[in-house]
Structure formats: structure tokens, C-alpha cells
């Protein structure tokens, strides 16, 4: 559905995009992998985003960037991670209009003198108007035994960010 | 950031429009780098550097992701630690000038083939600055060359403003 301009209403901004953003606190600190469905922390504090709540369809794009280190053991270990959406009144998972409920990284690492590593991970969410959409970042199924992340402003970040209001 | 209504956007400006940025490698080229003094742009291949700039008519979050293939040089030994990261000048409105620091763990070049490694950031933008935002060579641990490709298929920074007006 296209919303023409001359029926947009007067009163409110045209639908160019609500944005969030958080990066890592500036006290930089090593923190243990998340278990499977618990969230990454910025100094204790969620990675989550939102409310995002529009009157039109539109699509939500989240983004996550971390640097992560397999820091003991002596064989390949899975890392994963995941950018679910969920409702903020709840706090419950819930599906887009496609059926995603999220998206996640499998980033294996060998312990054999490692090193720094990092990871991307994006996503493009279609939600329905009226609904209190957020998103966090959490830890996946992969065991992430003895790895660790680091919180800092330029190695933790998670991004989100709505396009296409109105036009699906 | 305050919310303009429509009514009360400038008529003599475009409206927000979500503007978009795309600058790829050049040509196919594989640059060698050594642990830097300062931060390298990276190369494009054809004597021009991976980066966008962008000038925006009102204050906004711009929504930068790039990065190319990466593999250790020669000279490494096991797996050692070199960082790509996002870079903007001049600084953003939270005062940001380095974005995402992305590590790569990297091997030997002999042992261990290319890979991908792309990293993102949003950084708020106020109106009427002229910003350039780069991917660059960050770091490399103990020395150690590494090498990037330049290829129009793999190295890539994109730009999207959003937000224009209206964040959350």
C-alpha cells in the first residue's frame, strides 16, 4: 500500500526512517559469551532496541557488530549469536510478516594461539503497523564455550532502523 | 533531535529522502599492508581510496557498512590479529571519528585461504557538514603483513542516511 503525500498527514514527519543506536560502554571491559537467548550487555545494560511502533507496514533493518575471542580449550567452538524481534510490552519473540523471528551468525573459532576475531551480522524484519516491535541481541546455540566478548564504543555495536514505511 | 512536521519543512529543499551511497573497488588489485603508524584508508585499487561523503540537509543518522576479503601474509605465524575498521571525518555529532574497529583473525598465507569480513556503524550527522566516512587499515599485531583485495566484487563501503527529522 502506497500512502499518497497529499493524504500524509500535516501533523507529523514524513516516514524517512526512526532510527537507535548503541555501542559499547567507554570503560571497556572482556565479558563472557551469552548463553543461548540472553542478551549481550553494554555495561550491564541490554543490547536491545525500540520501541518501534508505526501506523504503516514497514520494514525494520537491525544490524550488530562484535569482535569476540575463543580464549582457552584446544578445538573448534561454535559462536553464535542472533538479532531477534520481539514485543516490548511482552518481552516475547515474535514473528514478522514473513515468519522471521530472527537471524544468527555461526562463527566458529579454533583456540590453537588465537587472536581477536570479529563478526557482522544484519537483517531486514517486515512488520505490521500498530504493534511495539523491538530488538535484541543474544547469544545462540552454539556452545560459545570459554569465549568471551568485548564491550567497548568500537567493538560492540547494534543498529536499527526503519525503511520502505507505507510502501508494502 | 526534534521531529519536523511536513508543513513545516523548507520549500526550497528536497524532502528526506533517504539518500544512499555505494563506492566499490576499482579494480583487482591485492594490497600488502604492515602495522601502520595511523590509520590507512584502504586503496580502491586505481589510485582512489574506499570511501563516501555526504552532506546532509537536515540532521540524520547515516548508516555505513563495508569491508573487503582479507588474508595474513606470508610472514605470519599462526593466527594473529589485524583490524579493519570505519572511520569519519570530521567528527560526528557524539564526537565519533573511529566507528566499528573490526578484528580479523587472520593466518599464515600459505595455510589459510581469503576471508570475508564486513563490519557497520551509524553515525549521527549534523546538517550542512560535509562528512567522509572510510573503511582504513587500523591495526596489525607484532607487525605482521596482511593482505586486502581491492576487486569491484568484494571491497565495498555503502552509505544510507535515515532518520532524517524523525529518530527515536
Known amino acids: 500500500m502506497v500512502v499518497a503525500l497529499a493524504a500524509w498527514p500535516s501533523g507529523q514527519p514524513l516516514g524517512t526512517g526512526r532510527a537507535a543506536f548503541k555501542a559499547g560502554p567507554a570503560a571497556g571491559a572482556a565479558v563472557a559469551w551469552p548463553a543461548n537467548g540472553v542478551a549481550f550487555e553494554a555495561a550491564g545494560v541490554p543490547m536491545a532496541l525500540g520501541t518501534f511502533n508505526l501506523s504503516y507496514r514497514f520494514i525494520l533493518c537491525a544490524f550488530a557488530n562484535l569482535i569476540f575471542y575463543g580464549n582457552t580449550g584446544t578445538t573448534w567452538t561454535r559462536y553464535d549469536y542472533a538479532i531477534q524481534l520481539y514485543n516490548t510490552g511482552s518481552g516475547a519473540t515474535v514473528t514478522d510478516l514473513n515468519g522471521a523471528s530472527y537471524v544468527q551468525n555461526a562463527d566458529s573459532r579454533d583456540a590453537e594461539g588465537g587472536a581477536w576475531s570479529g563478526s557482522s551480522l544484519e537483517y531486514k524484519f517486515y512488520c505490521e503497523a500498530g504493534i511495539n516491535y523491538g530488538v535484541r541481541l543474544v547469544g545462540g546455540p552454539g556452545s560459545g564455550a570459554n569465549g568471551i566478548y568485548y564491550q567497548a564504543p568500537t567493538t560492540l555495536n547494534f543498529g536499527a532502523y526503519t525503511v520502505g514505511e507505507g510502501v508494502y | ?168
Open chain 2, 1 to 168: 533531535m526534534p521531529v519536523t512536521p511536513l508543513a513545516q519543512l523548507p520549500s526550497t529543499r528536497s524532502v528526506p529522502g533517504s539518500r544512499l551511497q555505494v563506492k566499490r573497488g576499482a579494480a583487482d588489485t591485492i594490497v600488502s599492508t604492515a602495522a601502520p603508524a595511523a590509520p590507512v584508508k584502504l586503496s580502491d585499487g586505481a589510485g582512489g581510496f574506499l570511501q563516501i561523503s555526504y552532506t546532509p540537509l537536515y540532521d540524520c543518522y547515516w548508516v555505513v557498512r563495508g569491508g573487503t576479503i582479507w588474508h595474513g601474509g606470508a610472514d605470519m605465524s599462526g593466527w594473529q590479529r589485524s583490524d579493519q575498521a570505519l572511520t569519519i571525518t570530521p567528527a560526528d555529532v557524539n564526537g565519533i571519528t573511529l566507528g566499528h574497529q573490526q578484528t580479523m583473525e587472520i593466518y599464515n598465507l600459505g595455510t589459510v585461504e581469503w576471508r570475508s569480513y564486513m563490519c557497520s556503524y551509524m553515525f549521527k550527522l549534523a546538517a550542512g557538514v560535509a562528512y567522509t566516512a572510510a573503511v582504513v587499515f587500523q591495526y596489525s599485531a607484532s607487525a605482521y603483513s596482511s593482505q586486502y583485495h581491492t576487486g569491484p566484487n568484494y571491497a565495498r563501503i555503502i552509505g544510507r542516511v535515515t532518520g532524517e527529522g524523525a529518530t527515536v
